[in-house]
Each structure stands twice: as C-alpha cells, then as structure tokens.
C-alpha cells in the first residue's frame, strides 16, 4: 500500500512540474487595483511570469499597470492606447510588441529598462509609442528594434553585450528628446541605426571598439547636439548625418573600410585610420581633421578646419574645397588623382612626380602657401580674391600649365616658379600673375607671367637653342637707383630712363642669346612716342641702349623689343632717347634721421608726372608693414622738389621705412628700405629751441661729435661745422627765421636729427 502511495505521488509532482513549463496567456484588466503582481489584475487570475505571455490592452481599463519588481516574460504586447508605469524596474522579456503605447516610469533617478532572455536573434516590434523617462534596451546577443514612430522623451540608451547584430528602427523616423547611446562591449556585432531616419534633440554617442560593422543613416539623421563615435577594427558606413552643436569627435581606427556620404558634421575632431576611405558629398567642420589610409577617394566635400591626410597607395581627390591649412602626404602612392580647390596652406609631401590628372585651384580671400618642392602636370589655377596671393614655399615646377583668374603667385629666389619644356601660361591680367622670380626650361619662345602685384609687366624670350636652356624673370617693383643702378648713369644715345621698376632677366644654364621683349605698363603720359623707347641693360656701370627691335600695344600698355639678340643679361628697363617719353617719379633722394625720440623722413624728387601721393610704410622686421601716412605729390614736376615726415612714435630698437610712390591712376612703386635704430636714450640735448641767435648743444656720456649740419625745409644745407668745439655754441643769427632740422654726426657712426625753430 505504501509502495503504490509513493509512486502516485511521484506522478503527481511530475504532472506539477510539467504543466508549470507550459506557458499561460496573461490579459491585464485592472480590476482590482494598479498593482502588477496583484493577481486579481489578470485573466487568468494570477501573476504572469517565466515563460508567460502578456497583453495589455488598449481600451476598458481603469487601473493601468503599475510594476513594483523586476520581472522575466516571454513575450509582452501592448495594444494600441495601453498605458504602464514601469517604476523603474527591470523588464526581460524576449517579444515585445508595442503599437501606440506609453511607457512611464514614476521612480526618480531609474530607467525604463528592456532586456532579453536568450541569446538568439530576437525581435521588438516598436510603432508610434512613447517612453516618458530615461530609457535603456539591453541585449546579449541579436537584437532587432523592428518600426519607428516613437517618442523618446529622455536619454535613450542601446546596449548589446556579445555578438550578433541589432538593427535600431530601421524603418519609419523617430524622436529622441534626450541623448541617445549605443554601446558595443563584447563580441564582434554588426549594427543598423535608423536607416530611415531619426530626429535627436541631444547628443549621438556610438562606441565600438571589439570590431564588426556599423551603418548609420540612409535617410536623414538630424542631431541638435554633438556627435561622439568611436570605433575599432569596425565597419563604418555613415549617410546623411547632420548636428548642429560642434565639440564631438569621429574616431574610426583600424577599420577594414569607411564611408562617409551626405553628412553635415560640426566637430571638435575627425579622425580616421583605416585601409579604405571613401569620402562623398559633405560638409565637414572640425578643430582638426586626420585621416589615413591605403586607398583614399573624397569627392565633392567641404573640409573647414585643420587637415592632415596620408595616403599609402591610391589616392583621388576630386571636387573638393578646403578652407583650412591642408597637409597631404602621399607615401608609396601607386596612383593619385588631384583635383581640389584649397583657401589655405597647402603642404603637399611627395617622393614622385604628379599624374597627369591633377588640378589644383586656390580660391579665397586670405593668402595661402604651397609648401615643399613639387611638379604639377595638369593644371594649376589661380582664383584668389582681394589680392590675395599664393606663397610658394619651395620650388613649384609645372609640365602643364597655370590659368591666372584672379589672385597671384608669389616666388622668391630659393622658391621659384619653375616652367618645363612644354608648360604654357593660360591667362594673365593686372589682377592676376607672379609676383617674383619666374624660370622657363626648354627651347620655346615664352611670355613670363610677372608683375608688380597691381600691374601686369611681362617679359618675352625668343626660343633658346638647347632643350636645357634655363632663363628667369622677375619685375621689380622699385627704383633701378636705389637698388643700386643708378639710372643717371646712362649712355649718350638715352635721355630717360624708367626709374619706377625694371626686369631681372637671367641667364641661369645655356649659352643661347634670344632677344628681349619688356611689357612696361605705365600711367598716361608717361609714353608719348614708342618710336622713342629703347630697352636699356646696366652692363654694370651705366645703362646701354639695346636698340628698338619693334614695339606693339599702346602707349600705356604695350611692349620694345631689343634690336638683336642678347648676349649678357642682368637688369633691363626701359629708356627714351629724347624727352618726349619723360617716364615717371624720379627719387633722387631717401633718408632717414633720428630728431629726438622720433624719426624724421626726407625725401627728393627730380621729375614728376601725374604722382599723386606718397605713402609711409613702417615696419618693426621688414616683413610686415603698416601705412603710417600719406604726403600728397607735387603731380607735375621738372626740378628738385623735397618732402618730410616725422615719425613721432617709432619703436624702440630697429624700425624700417619704405616709401609707396602712387600715380593718379593707382599705379605704384616702392622705395629702397631706410632703417633707423633707436635707443632709450637720448645723445644730445639742444636748447633754447626755439632759437634767435645762438645754439647750445650737449652730448651725454662724453660723446664726441665729428660734424653738425642744419638743413632747411627743400633739403639744402646751410651751415656745416666740423671737428670744432661745441662749447661757445653755433652762431644761427644770419638764418631767416623758419623751421630747420639740425643734423649730429658722432665718431661712432651715429646720427640724430633734431627740429629746431629759428624765431626774433
């Protein structure tokens, strides 16, 4: 009997255990109260958990769900209208399914938390509902969040923790008024992120660093705040991505592939590291942009901000712009495509020579720098705007040609523009050439595309002998005298001789002669008669006449040939063998004095025609100039005319003067540069000043003088003394009364200027 109790309890607790594995169909009906584990709530009665089902529904309910504990379900609806409070508990449940709903959570400081039960590849069926509250999914493996639609209102977080894949909201955009995060820790996963869309009122914050892949966007992602993703040996594909608030970071490292489309990126900074980049149609604006890799391919993007890029192999640019200063190595590169535009530096680092695709535009209004030595086969163009230049820094070699828009080039003699057999110019204008040394290579007559920077002033080669032949040109700005060619220096045969600017034109390799041909561009009435005109050559004592070989143009614009070909080279110019072409300003005469704790400017002029001004240039290193003033010019003038200007403040220590000569027309040259040096304190102390007969002059410290000289206002000296004592005093009673300026040589060398006042 005992025997046959025992096996029928052993049947009965089997039975017990098996119809408790079976899984009950929960519907909630409130009836009693809100509470979720009341189970009075439920039809069945009881309370639903393991491997139940639940619906919540949508309509006849009082009391909506209120959760008070953490529960594990196996599948969880919620019908369109249904409402719960999730208290801040956590909810596992491997089906969820949601159309319409609200989800709350009433306990401060916890989230609405989803999680999943198995590791296989699940699915949550998400539309149109709204989560009021901090809201967290959390998943082992595979997720799927199926739908769209719905309202996040608060921070929203996606986190997976092996491998797998999850695709969040792959169809129709939702709202996310918080920040959202999707987090990857474990395992490599591939995820999808709102390939329709999704509108974030907050932050973006994608991590990855175990690998996989990640797609984000297709259609538009709007995020207010800031982007963060930051991954590793992952996938990237990101498409239409846009944010508003600038200070996140891209970092994509280590990546077998990256593609970055239709994006509009504010970013403190964009870095990648991968094997292949491909990088379309965006808009980038980052503190700093760094990208490398074996094959890069941007096109048609907007690059704001500090850039760095290093190609291993292949390498196409195309379309591009880019308004920051640009570094762009090239290592290795089997090939390379370059077509950009760039507003900035460009530090171009290269062991080969360019492809014959390349073209490279500087466009903007600031001036930008072409770092490092390089050869360009294609096309280089010049479109800067208000003058701005681009400063070779390096030697720029071209095999095809520049197109001179708008803009300049700036060479210098280690930096120059460097033309091989071949290369043409394609356009030049005033508005538009080379300001400095210019180099032809080869056998083919060529035009030099140089001028003053406001004046196109060319000059022409016929074809030298020899493919090796290297000749340069460079216009210069400024007085043939006060560069020390003295243009009184001349032969018989000239009577003028252009002293505003002439041409530096070298023979650098070669011994083929080729004629000259200068390109002057003058003001009206300068040139009267080109019959007249000569090309002058300083031959290093005076200015020889090279004849008239032919002129073209007008009389303001044109060119003069040399009558034969050209054996010596060095500076030429222009001349005139009689009067009827006066040429311009004529400065004769340009110094610098110290007058107390100022400095005072003096300057001469023996002819001028049409001169309208002059400006005063000060600089502190010779390379950055202020205008301090202008002096009006006489405009018309055939004799001896003075000028001065004092400089009341000049800087302690070494200033540097430069006089800018101006035209009526616009047109200018510069002076030589005049320094002065001062010190803090002052050699020589002058009283009375004013002065009605006698001067008195002290010297500090026991310095000696060699010589005082008082010159008047047109510049003449009127009295001279010399190696004689100071003591008594310089007699001043025979001067007019007047202003003078009052010279004082010392043995070491130094002069100060002092302004005196001659008064009765």
Same mark, same amino acid.
């Given at each position: 009997m005992l025997h046959t109790f025992t096996k029928f309890s052993f049947l009965l607790l089997f039975l017990l255990i098996g119809f408790s594995s079976y899984a009950v169909n929960y519907t909630w009906t409130g009836q009693v109260s809100t509470d979720w584990n009341t189970a009075g709530n439920w039809s069945p009665a009881g309370k639903p958990g393991g491997v139940d089902n639940v619906t919540i529904p949508g309509a006849g309910i009082t009391n909506w769900p209120v959760m008070s504990a953490d529960v594990v379900l196996a599948k969880l609806v919620f019908n369109s209208g249904s409402q719960i409070d999730t208290k801040g508990v956590n909810i596992t449940?491997?089906?969820?399914?949601?159309?319409?709903?609200?989800?709350?959570?009433?306990?401060?400081?916890?989230?609405i938390h989803f999680s999943k039960v198995t590791e296989e590849i699940l699915t949550y069926t998400i539309n149109s509902s709204t989560f009021n509250g901090n809201t967290q999914f959390s998943t082992g493996s595979g997720q799927n969040f199926v739908g769209g639609a719905n309202h996040f209102i608060g921070n929203t977080k996606f986190l997976t923790t092996a491998s797998g894949g999850m695709s969040i909201f792959s169809e129709n955009a939702s709202v996310f008024d918080g920040n959202?995060?999707?987090?990857?820790?474990?395992?490599?996963?591939?995820?999808?992120?709102?390939?329709?869309?999704?509108?974030?009122?907050?932050?973006?914050?994608?991590?990855?660093?175990?690998?996989?892949?990640?797609?984000?966007?297709?259609?538009p992602v709007n995020v207010s705040g800031t982007i963060?993703?930051?991954?590793?040996?992952?996938?990237a594909i990101i498409r239409k991505i846009t944010n508003t608030t600038a200070g996140g970071r891209i970092s994509i490292k280590n990546s077998p592939?990256?593609?970055?489309?239709?994006?509009?990126?504010?970013?403190?900074?964009?870095?990648?590291?991968?094997?292949?980049c491909r990088i379309t149609s965006n808009n980038i604006k980052a503190d700093a942009i760094e990208i490398s890799g074996n094959s890069l391919t941007f096109m048609a993007n907007t690059f704001d901000g500090i850039e760095k890029t290093i190609a291993y192999n292949d390498c196409t640019l195309e379309g591009n712009k880019h308004l920051g200063n640009v570094t762009l190595i090239c290592t290795g590169v089997t090939s390379r495509t370059i077509r950009d535009e760039y507003s900035q530096n460009l530090t171009l680092q290269s062991s080969y020579m360019v492809y014959n695709s390349d073209k490279i535009s500087f466009v903007g209004s600031q001036n930008s720098t072409l770092k490092n030595s390089q050869t360009w086969n294609d096309e280089m163009i010049i479109a800067k705007t208000n003058g701005a230049r681009v400063i070779l820094d390096g030697a720029c070699t071209t095999k095809g040609y520049i197109t001179f828009n708008s803009g300049y080039i700036q060479s210098s003699s280690v930096s120059p523009l460097i033309y091989l057999a071949n290369a043409s110019v394609n356009s030049m204008s005033n508005n538009s050439h080379v300001i400095g040394p210019v180099h032809k290579i080869g056998n083919e007559a060529f035009t030099f595309p140089i001028g003053s920077g406001t004046k196109l002033t060319p000059v022409t080669i016929t074809a030298p002998s020899s493919v090796t032949d290297e000749f340069s040109a460079e216009y210069i700005a400024s007085s043939p005298t006060s560069n020390g060619y003295n243009t009184s220096s001349k032969a018989g045969s000239i009577t003028n001789v252009y002293n505003s600017g002439f041409w530096d034109v070298k023979r650098?390799?070669?011994?083929?002669?080729?004629?000259?041909?200068?390109?002057?561009n003058v003001p009206a009435g300068y040139i009267t008669n080109q019959s007249k005109l000569r090309v002058a050559h300083w031959n290093g004592s005076i200015w020889e006449d090279l004849g008239n070989g032919g002129t073209s143009g007008s009389l303001t614009v044109g060119t003069v040939t040399t009558a034969t070909g050209v054996t010596t080279f060095s500076p030429f110019t222009i001349a005139s063998t009689d009067a009827s072409n006066p040429l311009p300003v004529k400065l004769v005469k340009f110094s610098v004095q110290k007058e107390n704790e100022t400095a005072l400017l003096q300057w001469s002029t023996t002819e001028e025609i049409n001169s309208?001004?002059?400006?005063? &240039?000060?600089?502190?290193?010779?390379?950055?100039?202020?205008? #301090?003033? $202008?002096? +009006?010019?006489?405009?018309?003038?055939?004799?001896?005319?003075?000028?001065?200007f004092t400089h009341l403040t000049p800087f302690p220590g070494s200033n540097y003067y430069r006089l800018k000569m101006v035209d009526l027309d616009g047109s200018?040259?510069?002076?030589?540069?005049?320094?002065?040096?001062?010190?803090?304190?002052?050699?020589?102390?002058?009283?009375?000043?004013?002065?009605?007969?006698?001067?008195?002059?002290?010297?500090?410290?026991?310095?000696?003088?060699?010589?005082? &000289?008082?010159?008047?206002?047109?510049?003449?000296?009127?009295? #001279?003394? $010399?190696? +004689?004592?100071?003591?008594?005093?310089i007699n001043l009673s025979k001067l007019p009364v007047g202003i003078y300026f009052l010279n004082v040589s010392f043995s070491d060398g130094q002069i100060e200027t002092h302004k005196i006042f001659v008064s009765r």
């Open positions: 449940v491997n089906d969820l399914q949601m159309t319409a709903a609200t989800v709350n959570n009433s306990q401060p400081g916890t989230l959202v995060e999707v987090e990857c820790i474990n395992g490599t996963t591939m995820v999808r992120m709102f390939i329709w869309g999704a509108t974030i009122n907050g932050n973006l914050t994608y991590t990855n660093l175990v690998g996989g892949r990640m797609e984000l966007g297709t259609f963060n993703i930051d991954l590793l040996s992952t996938v592939e990256v593609f970055l489309d239709q994006s509009n990126l504010k970013l403190a900074a964009l870095d990648i590291g991968d094997i292949y650098v390799a070669g011994s083929s002669n080729v004629s000259v041909s200068l390109g002057y309208d001004r002059f400006e005063i &240039e000060h600089s502190t290193d010779a390379r950055k100039w202020e205008k #301090l003033s $202008e002096v +009006s010019a006489a405009e018309e003038s055939k004799s001896l005319f003075s000028y001065h200018f040259a510069y002076s030589k540069i005049e320094t002065l040096k001062l010190s803090s304190l002052t050699q020589t102390i002058v009283y009375p000043n004013p002065v009605a007969d006698r001067l008195f002059i002290n010297t500090a410290n026991g310095m000696n003088t060699s010589k005082v &000289e008082i010159i008047n206002l047109v510049g003449r000296r009127v009295l #001279l003394t $010399e190696g +004689s004592s100071l003591k008594s005093g």
